[in-house]
């Protein structure tokens, strides 16, 4: 029987916002001057205070924001699960369930029809929340910025209504199920096991014959979350 998802949260939404912001500060050219603010600096203008209040960010010595030493740790504890996100579920991107092969970027038709996106079923199989990991996505993608309105959705809290829409629309597990060739059930979670177990095993393959030599962080860093009930905790 098939389960909706669960709506995101206020708290998700916040913690996201705030990570966007960091991630906004510490890599992008656009610098926030904390007296002259432009139009669109203006209309985040409540979510920077909320950095202020929350010390994840200072002033340097141009009166620009930058991130404190907090917020460098929690901007590096972000670029630690992108990290671990790419190294973990990109290769869920794009699965034949059919053929049962992982699509190859650099020489498959990434938008032909019999791909199918099992990142979301993948991070529930794992207990991971689903809507960090489409965040991570998006992020990596700088989806949430392809806007120029991307700064007044922010302040609506509007912008992280994609990323929910996105999630919730996105195969589950159960949908995975089906009924082999002698009549007997397979069950949505020995495929997605199943899928995981392959998909596991090519992305090592892949980091192996790029000779990836950067450390990949355990997939459990996307699990952490240090924003709870209204604060920072470590």
Same mark, same amino acid.
């Not at 202020?52 to 340097?60: F, P, Y």
């Given at each position: 029987m098939s389960t909706e998802r669960k709506s995101l949260t206020d708290p998700q939404r916040q913690e996201f916002s705030i990570l966007l912001l *960091? /991630? /906004?500060i510490a890599s992008s050219q656009d610098k926030i001057h904390f007296s002259f603010l432009d139009q669109n600096h203006k209309t985040i203008e409540s979510n920077l205070k909320e950095l202020?209040?929350?010390?994840? =960010?200072?002033?340097?010595v141009e009166q620009y924001y930058q991130l404190s030493e907090k917020g460098q740790q929690s901007y590096d504890r972000l670029v630690q699960q992108? =990290?671990?996100y790419q190294a973990h579920f990109e290769i869920y991107a794009f699965v034949d369930l059919g053929a049962g092969t992982f699509a190859d970027p650099e020489t498959d038709l990434l938008e032909d029809e019999r791909w199918a996106d099992l990142r979301v079923a993948v991070a529930e199989h794992k207990g991971i929340d689903p809507y960090r990991v489409v965040f991570l996505a998006m992020l990596s993608d700088e989806s949430f910025f392809a806007s120029p309105d991307w700064y007044f959705? *922010?302040?609506m809290g509007t912008l992280f209504d994609e990323l929910e829409s996105i999630t919730r629309e996105q195969i589950r597990i159960d949908e995975l199920? $089906?009924?082999d060739e002698d009549g007997n059930e397979v069950m949505g979670e020995e495929v997605i096991a199943d899928v995981i177990e392959q998909?596991?095993?090519l992305a090592q393959e892949r980091r192996d014959r790029q000779a990836f030599n950067q450390d990949v962080p355990d997939e459990e860093i996307i699990t952490t979350t240090v $924003?709870?009930?209204g604060g920072w905790r470590w």
């Open positions: *960091l /991630h /906004h202020e209040q929350q010390d994840l =960010v200072q002033l340097d992108q =990290v671990s959705d *922010l302040a199920g $089906y009924e998909g596991s095993q $924003y709870q009930d």
